[in-house]
């Protein structure tokens, strides 16, 4: 099981943290809403709890609940950057189908 960062998503959870990335720690979990069912959540860890799962990316550690792992295992973030738009992609090998914009999924 895992949870992978792309150099430009960890970059850019870096330049949250100003200057202060030593053991800085992302939540990434899932709220039922959306037009397809699931929307991602991506929020500094304030806390870990015993039933939480902990990984390491890029230099970065990323917390994710035990009750979404099954719909998370495999996810890449990434960082994009296009022409008039810029923010997350979450690129979910769970999803069977997403929304238009990309924030929510279906499995």
Known sequence: MAIELTDAAADRLRSF???KSEGATFRIGL??????G???LLEKAES?????QVFESRGLRLVVASESLPLLD???LDYVRQPFAE???FHNP???SECG?????NT
């Not at 870990?48 to 939480?52: G, K, R, T, Y």
């Not at 914009?101 to 999924?105: D, P, Y």
Request: aromatic residues 12%.
């Open 17 to 19: 943290l100003k200057g």
């Open 38 to 40: 699931w929307s991602y």
């Open 94 to 96: 769970k999803a069977k």
């Open 31 to 36: 709220t039922r809403s959306g037009c397809a």
């Open 48 to 52: 870990i709890s015993p039933d939480d």
């Open 101 to 105: 914009c990309g924030q929510s999924f």
């Open 74 to 76: 495999g996810l890449l």
């Open 87 to 89: 923010g997350f992609a």
